[in-house]
């Protein structure tokens, strides 16, 4: 397959570590150029943060000429109950503070990127953006009110950039990950990890580089008729399972 990622310049989002690294070292490998932009990169950048991103996006597009590809990959949870009901009375709840920094970073970060990278897209004849949703974002999960609506939000900024963008030879499409071994899964309880695999139907946990070689193939040329879509990589993880 005719993959034409060599020279692309690519933004990862959340590129620091586990699926953004994997993404970067997957398009750094197909020979893109790549940027990454994260907290905890230098410099750092921050996706809520209008400014430093609208500055970042005029440095990369001033000192690569273009910008054909953006990996929309940040993202952060804050997990709790709705109402942890106990003894008759509620024990806890999610508050203001866990909603608010995950909708902030995972959708208004989404859409501060985008909005900001999309001109440069236009004025360049075309490109791709590709956006992190997950298996959550259509089916809902148990304590995470706040992550679930963001990656179904990312779903509907999909579908809708996809029809407003396509006659600009922008396409835009999500990737919707299941159980996968990033450092946090790692870090779980081994019986915690082997209940996960068991409900995957492959028996197993993807690993950050199957979500990564996602994004690439695509952001290439061998997927230049997808947009709008949402491709499921969660090993045939579906409700019930």
């Given at each position: ?22 993404t970067v070292d997957a398009f750094t490998n197909e020979g893109a150029r790549v940027v990454v932009w994260d907290v905890t990169s230098d410099p750092k950048i ?60 995972n959708l208004k970060g989404v859409f501060v990127c985008t909005r900001a990278v999309v001109p440069h897209m236009i004025r360049g004849g075309g490109g791709v ?113």
């Open positions: 397959m005719n993959l034409n990622l060599k020279d692309k310049v690519v933004i990862v989002t959340g590129g620091a570590a586990g699926i953004g690294r994997a921050d996706v809520t943060n209008r400014g430093q991103i609208e500055a970042a996006t005029n440095d990369v597009a001033s000192k690569y000429g273009r910008i054909d590809i953006l990996v929309n990959n940040a993202g952060i949870t804050r997990d709790a109950q709705l109402v942890k009901w106990k003894d008759g009375g509620v024990a806890s709840s999610m508050d203001d503070a866990a909603f608010d920094a995950v909708m902030n970073v953006v590709l956006n992190a949703s997950s298996i959550v974002g259509l089916y809902g999960n148990f304590g995470q009110t706040n992550y679930a609506a963001t990656k179904a939000g990312v779903i509907s900024f999909t579908k809708t950039w996809a029809r407003e963008l396509g006659k600009y030879n922008v396409r835009v499409n999500a990737v919707a990950p299941g159980f996968i071994t990033t450092d946090m899964v790692k870090a779980m309880p081994e019986k915690i990890v082997d209940a996960m695999a068991q409900k995957t139907p492959l028996q197993k946990l993807g690993e950050p580089i199957d979500i990564a070689n996602a994004y690439v193939w695509l952001a290439s040329d061998a997927a230049k008729f997808v947009t709008g879509a949402v491709l499921s990589v969660d090993g045939g993880l579906v409700m019930g399972t």
